[in-house]
């Protein structure tokens, strides 16, 4: 489907189908009748109480606006445009218009129950019934199942037949028998009969079920939703519990064991909220016995957000992750709020104008309805404190955290990274370093690329915000950061102290360059009195061999004798910078992609690369940035 993404066949002698025991569980735990987090809209105790609520008021507003636009032009024809012009920007804003319409109308007409939606709820859907297919364009790229020649399920398809699920339970009532009949005929054919076949012959099963990120608990989260709110028979809904169970290690393996994220906290948001979504309904499903939250590793992985806040409100941006990317709310408060969950001991009770029904997307129904109707108090929940640690460090992950002292009168702080090159959502940035000052990113990875056909394509890592060039990493020989999992940069040595923090990476692993020797990076913070960060490189070669250092920064520069000044506003840090080689050579260069906020009012500054370098080939180097707030 995608560039490296691609069916497969199961080896003789091996099963993707779950345990009949195990389907047998949860056949005996499970409901009789079929289920959501939301109830059937016919339960107008439930919903009601959702009508002065300021989200009902709000659903109810967007609905009647979007009651009086005309239907978003998603069709074939826009399907056949994104793959001959190889633009997918039409399409994607065509299908999540379309899913926000699914959501919102269903909520509306829920909560307020007046009918006054139900004719467009069942226009949207018959339009969806006409498409050749309802996955995006870039997962068939040679339009089999544009054709209807086959049914592979990806990101947009599986949330389309959620929406259709929920439907067909929420307001089932309210529907006639021909357009609940058209509802379940759709998922079937489209949906659970394509991959179960699969799934049971062994044969051309859908690439996401063994992959280590977001797809697969996105996906299978969705199966297990669609079973319990559309499929009649009991047996049938605990084949796809069971299967969902067996499966979602995939999801969970692609953390190390300190809860990092790879994909960054804004794919945390995705991945992990629909994680949770599927441990809840599994838990909801078999009256609380099973609970896939229930294990240290899993916990750690949704404390992550909490660990890795740098400074209030900051996160880190590597991999595919919006500069001003932040954890989703709800899902970072879910462990605490949860029914039947007993708070964190750190936990405080959220400011009275905090809203975490607000930071929903209106794209996906199982956060909201979780929200709604799974949490202890949704409308006075708790959260975690913002953490006051000196340092939080991640240690299979290579990555640290490092924030001033409690006393200190500027907020000065700085990330380091290592591990491969080879995550999910990768970017070539072995030895990335990020500084802060005062809620300030002045040197930094600049995020993730506008998406496009290329991302995720085999010319992924032509992007200047994708490779190492755009990050503050060296190049070698010319040469940057090679891709994949063996192209490791290692901790050599940590040592925490209250004042500093020391750590040293290996990037000798992140180049293919036959002359390196030796490339090591050394980090040092110190968090007395205004805080200082001092990156070392120290490089060998076999014979003389280019070196460029960089740095990456949005602020203005100004330069001066071994010093550049890096100013946004008011808030400004020196570099001061020498080598081992005498001068260093300076130039400056943009980065000639877009960059990207999540709050789409804001335009971001375009970064610029400042590379450093010695005016001749060397041997043997050893470069030192030193860094303070000015």
Same mark, same amino acid.
């Given at each position: 489907?995608?560039?490296?993404?691609?069916?497969?066949?199961?080896?003789?002698?091996?099963?993707? &189908? #779950?345990?009949?025991?195990?389907?047998?569980?949860?056949? @005996?735990?499970?409901?009789?009748?079929?289920?959501?987090?939301?109830?059937?809209?016919?339960?107008?105790?439930?919903?009601?109480?959702?009508?002065?609520?300021?989200?009902?008021? %709000?659903?109810?507003?967007?609905?009647?606006?979007?009651?009086?636009?005309?239907?978003?032009?998603?069709? $074939?024809?826009?399907?056949?445009?994104?793959?001959?012009?190889?633009?997918?920007?039409?399409?994607?804003?065509?299908?999540?218009?379309?899913?926000?319409?699914?959501?919102?109308?269903?909520?509306?007409?829920?909560?307020? $129950?007046?009918?006054?939606?139900?004719?467009?709820?069942?226009?949207?859907?018959?339009?969806?019934?006409?498409?050749?297919?309802?996955?995006?364009?870039?997962?068939?790229?040679?339009?089999?199942?544009?054709?209807?020649?086959?049914?592979?399920?990806?990101?947009?398809?599986?949330?389309?037949?959620?929406?259709?699920?929920?439907?067909?339970? /929420?307001?089932?009532?309210?529907?006639?028998?021909?357009?609940?009949?058209?509802?379940?005929?759709?998922?079937?054919?489209?949906?659970?009969?394509?991959?179960?076949?699969?799934?049971?012959?062994?044969?051309?099963?859908?690439?996401?079920?063994?992959?280590?990120?977001?797809?697969? !608990?996105?996906?299978?989260?969705?199966?297990?939703?669609?079973?319990?709110?559309?499929? #009649?028979?009991?047996?049938?809904?605990?084949?796809?519990?069971?299967?969902?169970?067996?499966?979602?290690?995939?999801?969970?393996?692609?953390?190390? $064991?300190?809860?990092?994220?790879?994909?960054?906290?804004?794919?945390?948001?995705?991945?992990?909220?629909?994680?949770?979504?599927?441990?809840?309904?599994?838990? %909801?499903?078999?009256?609380?016995?099973?609970?896939?939250?229930?294990? #240290?590793?899993?916990?750690?992985?949704?404390?992550?957000?909490?660990?890795?806040?740098?400074?209030?409100?900051?996160?880190?941006?590597?991999?595919?992750?919006?500069?001003?990317?932040?954890?989703?709310?709800?899902?970072?408060?879910?462990?605490?709020?949860?029914?039947?969950?007993?708070?964190? &001991?750190?936990?405080?009770?959220?400011?009275?104008?905090?809203?975490?029904?607000?930071?929903?997307?209106?794209?996906?129904?199982?956060?909201?309805?979780?929200?709604?109707?799974?949490?202890?108090?949704?409308?006075?929940?708790?959260?975690?404190?913002?953490?006051?640690?000196?340092?939080?460090?991640?240690?299979?992950?290579?990555? +640290? /955290?490092?924030?001033?002292?409690?006393?200190?009168?500027?907020?000065?702080?700085?990330?380091?990274?290592?591990?491969?090159?080879?995550?999910?959502?990768?970017?070539?940035?072995?030895?990335?370093?990020?500084?802060?000052?005062?809620?300030?990113? +002045?040197?930094?990875?600049?995020?993730?690329?506008?998406?496009?056909?290329?991302?995720?394509?085999?010319?992924?890592?032509?992007?200047?915000? +994708?490779?190492?060039?755009?990050?503050?990493?060296?190049?070698?020989?010319?040469?940057?950061?090679?891709?994949?999992?063996?192209? %490791?940069?290692?901790?050599?040595?940590?040592?925490?102290?209250?004042?500093?923090?020391?750590?040293?990476?290996?990037?000798?692993?992140?180049?293919?360059?036959?002359?390196?020797?030796?490339?090591?990076?050394?980090?040092?913070?110190?968090?007395?009195? $205004?805080?200082?960060?001092?990156?070392?490189?120290?490089?060998?070669?076999?014979?003389?061999?280019?070196?460029?250092?960089?740095? /990456?920064?949005?602020?203005?520069?100004?330069?001066?004798?071994?010093?550049?000044?890096?100013?946004?506003?008011?808030?400004?840090?020196?570099?001061?910078?020498?080598?081992? !080689?005498?001068?260093?050579?300076?130039? @400056?260069?943009?980065?000639?992609? #877009?960059?990207?906020?999540?709050?789409? !009012?804001?335009?971001?500054?375009?970064?610029?690369?400042?590379? +450093?370098?010695?005016?001749?080939?060397?041997?043997?180097?050893?470069?030192?940035?030193? /860094?303070?707030?000015?």
């Amino acid at each position: 489907m995608g560039a490296y993404d691609f069916n497969f066949d199961v080896p003789q002698g091996e099963s993707f &189908e #779950p345990n009949p025991e195990r389907v047998a569980a949860y056949a @005996q735990l499970m409901p009789q009748g079929n289920f959501a987090f939301a109830p059937c809209v016919s339960d107008r105790e439930a919903w009601t109480r959702w009508q002065q609520d300021p989200f009902g008021q %709000q659903v109810l507003q967007e609905a009647r606006k979007l009651a009086q636009q005309p239907t978003p032009p998603l069709d $074939d024809a826009a399907f056949n445009r994104c793959l001959d012009d190889n633009s997918v920007t039409e399409i994607n804003q065509l299908m999540p218009a379309v899913r926000t319409r699914c959501t919102v109308f269903l909520l509306a007409e829920a909560i307020f $129950d007046t009918g006054e939606f139900l004719a467009v709820i069942e226009a949207d859907a018959r339009s969806l019934g006409r498409l050749g297919t309802w996955i995006h364009p870039g997962n068939d790229l040679d339009r089999k199942n544009l054709r209807r020649e086959t049914h592979d399920n990806d990101l947009a398809s599986c949330h389309t037949a959620v929406n259709f699920a929920h439907f067909h339970y /929420i307001l089932g009532p309210r529907l006639s028998v021909d357009f609940r009949n058209y509802l379940s005929t759709e998922v079937d054919r489209r949906f659970f009969n394509p991959l179960r076949s699969r799934i049971e012959a062994g044969r051309d099963i859908d690439w996401w079920l063994i992959v280590k990120h977001n797809w697969n !608990s996105v996906c299978l989260s969705c199966y297990a939703h669609a079973a319990a709110a559309m499929l #009649p028979h009991a047996e049938d809904r605990a084949w796809w519990f069971a299967f969902a169970e067996m499966h979602t290690y995939n999801f969970t393996d692609g953390f190390a $064991d300190d809860g990092l994220c790879t994909e960054g906290v804004a794919y945390w948001g995705y991945g992990v909220s629909h994680f949770f979504s599927l441990a809840e309904i599994i838990r %909801q499903g078999t009256g609380n016995v099973v609970d896939l939250l229930d294990t #240290p590793k899993v916990r750690r992985i949704a404390r992550f957000p909490d660990r890795s806040e740098i400074q209030p409100g900051i996160w880190p941006a590597f991999c595919d992750c919006f500069l001003d990317a932040k954890p989703m709310a709800w899902a970072r408060m879910w462990l605490d709020n949860r029914v039947a969950s007993q708070p964190d &001991e750190l936990t405080e009770a959220v400011p009275a104008d905090f809203d975490p029904l607000a930071d929903m997307k209106l794209q996906f129904t199982d956060g909201i309805f979780m929200w709604m109707f799974r949490t202890r108090a949704p409308r006075q929940p708790v959260r975690r404190r913002t953490s006051t640690d000196l340092r939080d460090f991640f240690a299979p992950s290579h990555f +640290l /955290i490092c924030r001033p002292a409690p006393a200190t009168k500027r907020a000065f702080s700085a990330t380091f990274l290592g591990g491969n090159n080879g995550v999910n959502h990768n970017h070539n940035d072995l030895g990335t370093f990020t500084v802060l000052l005062d809620g300030k990113s +002045l040197i930094y990875d600049p995020g993730l690329e506008v998406y496009g056909m290329r991302t995720f394509s085999k010319q992924r890592y032509e992007s200047q915000l +994708l490779n190492s060039y755009g990050h503050p990493v060296p190049r070698i020989g010319g040469q940057m950061q090679a891709t994949g999992p063996t192209h %490791q940069a290692p901790t050599l040595l940590t040592e925490f102290t209250r004042d500093t923090d020391r750590m040293v990476l290996d990037l000798r692993g992140g180049y293919d360059c036959p002359t390196l020797r030796k490339l090591e990076r050394e980090f040092v913070y110190d968090r007395r009195g $205004d805080g200082s960060l001092t990156i070392t490189d120290k490089v060998e070669f076999s014979e003389p061999t280019e070196f460029e250092s960089a740095l /990456i920064t949005p602020a203005k520069i100004t330069e001066s004798t071994g010093r550049l000044h890096l100013a946004d506003g008011d808030t400004a840090i020196t570099v001061d910078y020498t080598s081992s !080689s005498g001068p260093l050579s300076i130039t @400056q260069s943009g980065i000639n992609e #877009p960059v990207t906020l999540q709050d789409k !009012s804001k335009t971001p500054p375009q970064p610029t690369r400042i590379a +450093l370098s010695p005016t001749a080939k060397v041997t043997t180097l050893t470069v030192s940035f030193v /860094i303070k707030p000015a």
